[in-house]
């Protein structure tokens, strides 16, 4: 056993197996917004919990070695970029703030909703990684023992 | 009706769970009691029996819907409670390394 960190073995290997499909139900959740409930949001909860099974399960020095808080930092600045610029979009092409620009296709496709799947994937960015930066935050704080009784 | 009262039942369980709980983390899950109760009240506020989510799918045929407005409210209330959990968490985290306890009638720094 050189790698003592984390939980047992049978949480490892469990969590091996579900990590990817609760990353790929987030993704469903996320894509298929506008026909479904669901949404950028709630889809981001369910990928940033993702995040943090694999933290739990395996100690925060593995998982923070693949994903640290200046790489979730980056990915939570570009989810509201992008939003922004979904938002512009309408502003500089037709001169109305958050104009569909997109063609709205048939009803009930994924294709279906201009522009609601750019900005629930913007906002899914946004709130995946602002949730894993509140954990690992949390995470990373050094809990001492303090001085009792003083 | 009465789901109204089993709503004000679960508001007076955390209520009391934040004014006799001496550790900070019970108050701390106390006040999220009471945060699920107000979201719980606002859902049924909208909620109606033999109704679908407010969706168009391609095989309803029934337009009796649940309100949608309370859920879209409760929605940002949900992310509110999410980042005020988070700040009071980090605050008994500063606590408990300052003090040592979580007991809040142990720290003794605060009285006057």
């Known amino acids: 056993m050189k790698n003592e960190q984390g939980m047992s073995i049978i949480v490892k290997r469990i969590t091996r197996i579900t990590v990817s499909l609760i990353f790929l139900f987030g993704v469903y959740i996320v894509l298929h917004g506008h026909l479904t409930p669901g949404g950028g949001f709630a889809g981001g909860v369910i990928i940033a919990l993702s995040f943090i099974h694999v933290v739990l399960a395996f100690g925060k020095d593995f998982a923070l ?5 200046k790489l979730a930092s980056i990915f939570e600045s570009l989810g509201a970029v992008l939003f922004l610029t979904v938002s512009l979009l309408g502003l500089f092409l037709a001169g109305i703030f958050f104009l569909n ?3 709205k296709g048939k009803p009930f496709n994924l294709l279906s909703s201009g522009i609601i799947l750019p900005s629930n994937i913007a906002i899914f960015i946004k709130v995946g990684a602002g949730l894993f930066m509140i954990f690992i935050a949390l995470a990373m704080l050094r809990i001492t023992e303090g001085k009792k009784g003083e | 009706m009465s789901l109204y009262f089993l ?3 679960l508001l007076a369980i955390g ?3 934040l004014l006799v709980k001496k550790n900070l983390v019970k108050k701390i899950i ?4 009471v945060e699920y109760a107000i979201n719980l009240f606002f859902i049924l506020l909208g909620y109606r029996f033999d109704a679908q989510a407010p969706i168009i799918a391609k095989d309803s ?10 859920q879209a409210l409760i929605l940002t209330s949900i992310v509110i409670g999410l980042g005020t959990t988070a700040l009071m968490v980090a605050l008994a985290v500063r606590i408990y390394e300052k003090y040592g306890t979580f007991d809040i009638s142990e720290i003794r720094k605060l009285r006057g």
Request: hydrophobic share 50%; charged share 15%; proline share 11%.
């Open chain 1, 65 to 69: 070695r693949r994903l640290n808080e």
């Open chain 2, 61 to 70: 045929n029934s337009m009796i819907m649940v309100d949608p407005l309370p």
């Open chain 2, 15 to 17: 209520i009391w769970c």
């Open chain 1, 101 to 103: 620009v997109l063609p």
């Open chain 2, 7 to 9: 709503c004000l039942i």
């Open chain 2, 30 to 33: 106390g006040l999220g009691i």
